[in-house]
């Protein structure tokens, strides 16, 4: 059993048991920024696409592939400054929110603590408009800085490894990284959890975002980390490498289907040797070795102190990636979410369709802090969407099986749903039914085992609580499974906000709550079933105090 058992164990029991450092206190005078900074980068600007970009009239599948414009506005919607957020709620932040120092942006992409520790590279290969190289997103300039001029795709690609399958044949990559201190200031030993789910949460965006032009997203989760982390000029133990996203282009050499990847870059050849018969022959040199390629530009921390956690550092190097420990796709079919258990099946109404796009709804999205207002009860058309679409949500790396079966389980406390009674019930995908659990209004156990003070959860709709069996996970595929199961997680609460977003529901996700009591109040004692997030859906209060900053 790997240390990824152990730090799984302190998460699901820290509303019972604190996790070290117990007494830890942040320094919010010396955090970090909330973005990594190249003083001596050239920063390129990405061209501004429109604030309401649609896919193309003809059928899905139609576009061949990102071109700069479409990376462009992806990266906007995702990680990019979409507005910012001067709305009166109840989160601790309010009273600091208008100085401009401490300015809160909104994104397209949940973030825990809206810390946004997720770092994006781009290593473009021929075929690009731009000259290959490696480039960092620099998501307040919404532009490219780069940090690496020549083709480094061959790097990425090496270090994914034999067994990467179709990724094998891209010419152009983004590697996601974590800066750890970047959310550890905040969060310490838990930050590990926190960010895990900050990367599955941006991949689902850009999933979401990429569907509408019938452009895929497949990150590649088992590949050497360590490589990755020396191409990228990072310390691993400070900069976690967490994924891979290959990119098909539009009319790159190569970025077809089964097509063979560019070569790799070998010394030059030896001059051929001068005949016996005019010169004595000599040793042929040996051929200069080529170094690896490295960033040399770094990052410029702004805080004065920068702590370490043991936890933080052990949970890292257990989960660390290396491309030989790529388990088989059948592999997790080990830890497949159990079947829904639960009296009578309750129907529940087909899933409306979303009235706006997925780029509007990315946009629009925001979370409640306190502004729920049961005295509009959520239909039961968009409750049903919020569970069907995240129901459908998998992280879809390449050890998780196409068609197989899903990792994640559904819960919804529901509390003021129009046609449902309130009470504790499981969610069948399969029949799209409710299934009951636990009779009764559930608003006293979520409020009872909720530990901040931003939102009263008896005012929402219904509470959704996602689960995976985290220990099976663990198991089937080792310890760097521990950054599927929170990569998982991420892309369903961010599956959930877009949903809600796109019927105009207000919509909040938190982590802190007991695990152990939800997983005792839903009969999971017993199980491995781990409650990882609780999501809040339900009408905000109408007519809120709100300040445009974009007409000051």
Known sequence: MGYAHVYAHEIM????????????????????????????????????????????????????????????????????????????????????????????????????????????????????????????????????????????????????????????????????????????????????????????????????????????????????????????????????????????????????????????????????????????????????????????????????????FETLLRIHEATAGRASDRPAPEALDAAAAFPPRGGDPLPLPAPPAPPVTTGRALRERRSSFGRFDASRPLAAGPFAAALADCAATAYGTEAERPGGPPLTSLYAFVNHVEGIAPGAYAYDPASHTLRLRVPGPPGSFLQRNYFLSNYNLEQAGAVIVPTVRTTAVLDAVGDRGYRLVGATIGAVAQTFYTTAAAFGLGAGVALGFDNISYREELGLTGTDEAPLLIMLLGHDRPRPADFRHEIA
């Open 13 to 308: 029991h820290r509303g019972r048991v604190p996790m070290e450092p117990a007494d830890f206190v942040p320094d919010w005078a010396d955090r970090p920024r909330k973005a990594k900074f190249h003083p001596d980068a050239e920063t390129l600007p990405l061209p501004q696409t429109p604030e309401s970009p649609e896919p193309p009239e003809q059928a899905a599948g139609a576009v061949r592939g990102f071109t700069l414009p479409l990376l462009s506005g992806m990266l906007r919607d995702s990680y990019g400054l979409t507005g910012r957020r001067l709305a009166v709620q109840a989160n601790t932040d309010l009273a600091a929110l208008p100085h401009y120092t401490h300015a809160n942006w909104s994104r397209g992409t949940a973030s825990g603590g809206g810390l946004y520790p997720v770092s994006v590279h781009w290593a473009a290969g021929p075929g690009g408009p731009l000259t290959p190289g490696l480039y960092h997103y620099a998501p307040h300039q919404h532009g490219l800085r780069r940090l690496l001029a020549g083709d480094v795709t061959g790097e990425v690609r090496s270090a994914l490894g034999p067994g990467a399958g179709a990724a094998a044949a891209a010419t152009h990559y983004l590697v996601l990284g974590v800066k750890y201190w970047q959310n550890a200031f905040k969060y310490n030993s838990f930050s590990f959890h926190a960010v895990s789910m900050d990367v599955g949460a941006l991949v689902q965006t850009w999933r979401l975002w990429a569907a509408r032009y019938g452009l895929r997203i497949d990150p590649v989760l088992w590949f050497d980390e360590e490589r990755l982390a020396r191409l990228l000029g990072v310390a691993p133990e400070e900069e976690g490498i967490f994924a891979v996203v290959p990119l098909t282009w539009d009319g790159a050499p190569g970025s077809g289907a089964g097509a063979a990847p560019a070569p790799a870059v070998t010394p030059a050849a030896a001059p051929a040797a001068i005949p016996a018969a005019t010169q004595t022959p000599a040793p042929a040199p040996a051929p200069t070795p080529v170094a690896a390629p490295a960033v040399r530009h770094r990052d410029v921390e702004r805080s004065r102190r920068v702590l370490v």
